[in-house]
Every structure is written in structure tokens, then in C-alpha cells.
């Protein structure tokens, strides 16, 4: 998982291994559960569609952080490692060799579902971002949003201290 987690910025990254508290931390509690999860399910032969579930909670949380698609699913190719090294003492014997090819074949497998997860997933974050933006919202510092200027039921915005605001015409107006 460290691998995993080492793909965010280096302070996340900490954050992410170290923090056990699920509500401090559930980015990193689920990583952890749902990788765990999917490492059982590959080393006890589970079909990879079955293991989908454990991906998707992985990658909708990498749908909405500005991961590239291929960033978002690299993780899986790092069970590959993971693996191997739980099995490194008998990788000397031919069967547990035949085995392994098996469990890295259903993790390529599982590679391209990851795709098709994350792509649902992108997707949705960006239909919500489009809704968002015909309904007159438009996002600010803190994740917070507020309705545009002139739109229905404007939301009153606080300034920061020491920013004047700038009087721009609404539109239509000369």
C-alpha cells in the first residue's frame, strides 16, 4: 500500500499511511480495506469481476482528484509487486510459478475493468461539474459554491479582509 499511497504528494502520502482514525483519514482507510480486500480475493482464485466492487471504491475517489486516468488505475499493476513479495520464499517451485502467472493474469484482467470504472466514475464528476455550472454555480475557495451574480436566489459572499470588490456591470446593463 505504501506504493499506492506514494503516488499522492509526499505530505498526503504520509498522511495517508499514518493516520489510522477512519473519520481523520478515509482516503486512506478505504485504500487500505478495499486493496486488502482485493489482494484476498486474487490470492483465493475470486473472479476479477467480482473484485470490481473493491475497485470502484478505490477509483471514485481518484475520479474526483485530478489523477490522469492512467494514474488513477497504475495501482493495480502495483498488486503485482505486493504479491510477489507475500510468495517471494516459494516462487523457487514450479507451482506456486504456475499460480502466480495465473494471479497476474486476473490483475491484468483487472486493469482494463479499472478503466471502464474510472472512466464511469470521471464521467459523473463531470456531468455534477456541468449541472453545477447551468445551474448558476460556480465553485469558490473551500470548496464551497456560490450562485453567479444575477442568477436566482444569489448567495450572499463574504470578502476577504483588505479586497475591495470590483463593480462590474450585471449583464445586459451598459
Avoid at 117 to 134: D, G, P, Q, T
Amino acid at each position: 500500500m505504501a506504493q499506492i499511497f506514494a503516488s499522492y504528494r509526499p505530505e498526503m502520502a504520509g498522511y495517508l499511511e499514518r493516520e489510522p482514525n477512519a473519520f481523520a483519514n478515509p482516503v486512506g482507510q478505504i485504500i487500505a480495506a478495499e486493496t486488502g480486500a482485493i489482494l484476498d480475493g486474487l490470492c483465493t482464485g475470486t473472479d476479477p469481476r467480482r473484485l470490481c466492487a473493491h475497485l470502484e471504491e478505490i477509483l471514485k475517489i481518484r475520479a474526483v482528484q485530478e489523477f490522469s486516468p492512467a494514474e488513477s488505475v497504475s495501482f493495480v499493476f502495483l498488486l503485482k509487486d505486493a504479491i510477489r513479495k507475500e510468495i517471494e520464499a516459494e516462487l523457487q517451485d514450479p507451482t506456486a510459478l504456475a499460480e502466480l502467472h495465473e494471479i497476474e493474469t486476473l490483475i491484468d484482467q483487472m486493469v482494463l475493468f479499472a478503466f471502464d470504472i474510472f472512466e464511469k466514475w470521471r464521467e459523473k464528476v463531470y456531468s455534477l461539474r456541468l449541472n453545477e455550472a447551468r445551474a448558476g454555480m460556480v465553485p469558490v475557495a473551500g470548496n464551497q459554491a456560490r450562485r453567479r451574480p444575477g442568477s436566482k436566489a444569489s448567495l450572499p459572499t463574504p470578502e476577504p479582509a483588505g479586497r475591495q470588490r470590483c463593480n462590474r456591470p450585471e449583464r445586459g446593463e451598459g
